[in-house]
């Protein structure tokens, strides 16, 4: 897999993770273990973001991500076009 879907990957492995972490502390509002775990993986979510965002340009379409060049939302493919490959 090329380092650009790595980086998307790793992206998403992280969403999900703080999205898991969420809906734990949901339930669990005292367990400052998970807490933790929570706030370091948003941590490593936003600089995995801003990383992606300087290398290969804005992650959203809806104004949280300035383009700094052309509109470059356009010339990448939707997130359903992207083949992830267990073998790659």
Excluded: C
Aim: glycine share 4%.
């Amino acid at each position: 897999m090329d380092p650009k879907h790595q980086a998307l990957l790793r992206i998403m492995e992280l969403e999900f993770t703080a999205i898991d972490l969420n809906l734990f502390l949901d339930t669990h509002p005292g367990d400052q273990r998970a807490l933790g775990d929570y706030n370091a993986t948003v941590q490593e979510l936003m600089a995995a973001k801003m990383a992606y965002e300087s290398r290969y340009g804005p992650i959203l379409n809806y104004g949280l991500s300035p383009s700094p060049q052309a509109w470059r939302w356009i010339e990448e493919p939707w997130p359903w076009e992207i083949t992830f490959r267990a073998e790659d």
